[in-house]
């Protein structure tokens, strides 16, 4: 009994301090604030279609990689604080092979128009070959003679062949001038990768046509008059002074090495979000008193012990949104979570000592991102939190029926409802982790985050928390009125099944 | 129990608001949100007083999207639903919005969605429907396939199923007569709240699934099947209630607390777990008794 009530202490003064952790850090500059989703901070998102079809399949990741830090780059310029740029991709569920995104966050910036430009207007720059004799074959067809201007006729472009040299291989640009016209150029230099594929090119094509291209407009198309090995090159066309300076300015920036479409903007107002917030944490308060009550009224003394839980279940929820969570820290504690159920409650502290381990190596969780929809999923856990609790104490009130001692009742009880609360837990963990991994807007991820470490949570007060609780404040004499308190409802309970 | 006494009644109730469902969705249909069908969301909010009237903004958006909706949202607010617009059409939106600079604006919210992302969101939301369901009966198969006497597992998993498909069935059907006259869309959030009734209604008919396998292994006398699952239910029945009743508070209290953007989503819940309460009580177990009565008359007519 001591040795009940003295865990029972600790665990409420760890959840106090717990608390007092959710409640410090809820200043915005706080580092363990919550992590607010655009449609509660406002801000704008958007996703970009990639278009790799031009880059061999062993560079894509590669490109995509270079294609983030580009556009992050450029959104940094833009002074967003705390931008969010990321690739996804997705082979197995799209038709038509792979398809990659770029996904762009903004928060706060609800006037998008000049960051979409800013995004976008980076100019794709590629290098394409025309070989000497096709070059002579079109000045010499009727083609050309009927064309006023060569350089826009697609019959003529068409005849460039991609060599794979890009603007991803360019590493600087300068302004420059060109030494015998004096008219501006632009200046190149090639990554190590750029200089070898160059010289690799130049050497095999000398005579032929090197054709640069931005944005899929021809620049000018050079004749190829010796392989050039030190992998520098010049853009030379007839430009203004101040063209070749944001042509530097943008390929510096970084010249996109595949070309993007936005496919969806979203832009949401700071005071949709707001409305969301308040909204939520109302709910959230309402819908915790008056289940408080409810418990309070039908479950009487262990009704008590349910609200307490799910007072410690709400606490420890938030704490987790703020530190963090990673799919695999999850699936482990989930683990030992069932352990603690089959086989000792002491399991239920090894998964919250490991999840203070892992809290403590910075990287390896990322705080959960509140939503709108995963503030609803809170409360919702909520409100199914209190099951397995349910559980337990009609099975404890059967027991009592059969006219099992209390404290016999109560161990009966926690063993005897666990497998119905396994059972019940995996399929929403099954529902859970489907719409986490499949899910395909921040919207239904979000929510499925929120949902899954929400019934891990309630499976731990449930078993570890609330037990503990029960023991702790189990009435030691038996007698009509202690079997009255830790009895339930308003109907007698019938003796049923072969007692 | 009067559950497995009276159960034909119950499947007829059941049968009775399935049908109309399906008779609703196969008439109207699911109104796609834009999550599905690409396209664009405004909500826009205009100064106090200032809102113009509908028809005239109608009128204005006309040259861009000729078939834009726009509807009233509380005292000063529009929600435009129209095409899929460009980065360079949005201004041309906006300013027609204002009715050329007429009105002072505030954009509350701008959606504009592709429809090659549309595509794909609904892809995922048929993957993970599948997924969930697949998942979920091969679960039930597992967990209960050590039962097999008098009916065997598998026909536990196809109990769950017809439960599963009637908490599905309902609440699309209820969204579908909204849509018809209330303009209710369905979106990847609607998809969600299913999948999360889904998982709901499987956790609460397994809880008698559970309780039946329990006295099943128990019961040393040999009672009829129909009075064992009987048994069942009414020890289960007042733990199914009292969560589904907890569950329901939460999410009534959210509905009327929670914020515009969540009310469909809280509504969808709220009809699918009141549905999967429902059907696991009063069709799921029954249906095992059910299954088992045909069982025995085919065993019967055989011999």
Sequence with gaps: MLKHRARAVFIIVIAAVIGYFVYATNQTDSTHAFHLGLDLSGGTHLVYKADVSKVAAADVSDAMTSLRDLVERRVNIFGVSEPLVQTERNAALSSAGSEYKLIVELPGVTNVDEAVKSIGATPLLEFKLLTAKEMSAYASSSQATATADVEKDPVYLALFKETGLTGRMVSKASVEFNQTTNQPVVGLTFTSDGRDLFATITKAHIGDYLGIFLDGKLESSPVIRDAILDGKGQISGTFTVEEVQSLVRSLNFGALPVPIYLISSQTIGPSLGQEAVNGGIKAGIVAFIVIALFLIIWYRLPGLVATIALAIYVTLSLAIFKLGVSPLVIIFCIVLIFMAMRYHWAWGAAAIIFYTLMAMIPGVLSPVTLTAAGIAGFILSIGMAVDANILIFERMKEELVRGRSISDAMHEGFARAWTSIRDSNISSFITGFVLYFVGSTSTVTGFALVFVVGVMVSMFTAITVSRLLLYAIAPAHDNKFTRFIVSNGFRKGKETLNS | ?303
Excluded: C
């Excluded at chain 2, 499947?11 to 969705?25: D, G, K, T």
């Excluded at chain 2, 078939?67 to 949005?90: T, Y």
């Design chain 2, 1 to 303: 129990m009067f559950v497995i006494k009276y159960r034909k009644l119950f499947y007829s109730i059941s049968v009775i608001l399935m049908s109309a469902s399906l008779v609703a969705l196969f008439v109207w249909g699911l109104k796609p949100g834009i999550d599905f069908s690409g396209g664009s969301l405004i909500e826009i909010s205009y100064n106090e007083g200032q809102r113009p009237q509908i028809s005239d903004v109608i009128s204005s958006l006309e040259s861009i999207d000729p078939a834009a909706s726009v509807r009233v949202s509380g005292n000063n607010d529009f929600i435009i639903r129209m095409k899929d617009v460009s980065q360079v059409e949005k201004a041309a939106v906006m300013s027609a919005l204002s009715l050329n600079g007429a009105a002072s604006t505030t954009v509350k919210a701008f959606d504009s969605i592709g429809p090659v992302l549309g595509e794909e969101a609904l892809r995922k939301a048929y993957i993970s429907i599948l997924l969930v369901i697949i998942g979920i009966v091969l679960f039930i198969t597992f967990a209960f396939r050590k039962v097999s006497e008098p009916v065997s597992s598998w026909k536990y998993g196809l109990t769950a199923i017809i439960a599963l498909i009637h908490d599905v069935v309902i609440p699309a059907g209820v969204f579908s007569v909204l849509g018809h006259y209330a303009g209710y869309e369905v979106d990847t959030l609607f998809v969600t709240a299913l999948l999360v009734v889904l998982g709901f209604s499987v956790h609460d008919t397994i809880v008698v699934f559970d309780r039946v396998r329990e006295n099943l292994k128990n019961s040393s006398s040999i009672k009829p099947f129909g009075e064992v699952v009987g048994e069942s239910i009414s020890q289960t029945f007042t733990r199914s209630i009292n969560t589904s009743m907890t569950t329901l508070i939460a999410l009534v209290v959210l509905y009327l607390l929670g914020g515009s953007s969540t009310e469909h989503f809280t509504l969808v819940l709220i009809i699918g777990i009141a549905v999967g309460t429902y059907s696991s009580i009063f069709i799921g177990s029954p249906l095992l008794v059910t299954l088992e009565r045909w069982q025995a008359r085919k065993s019967e007519k055989k011999s």
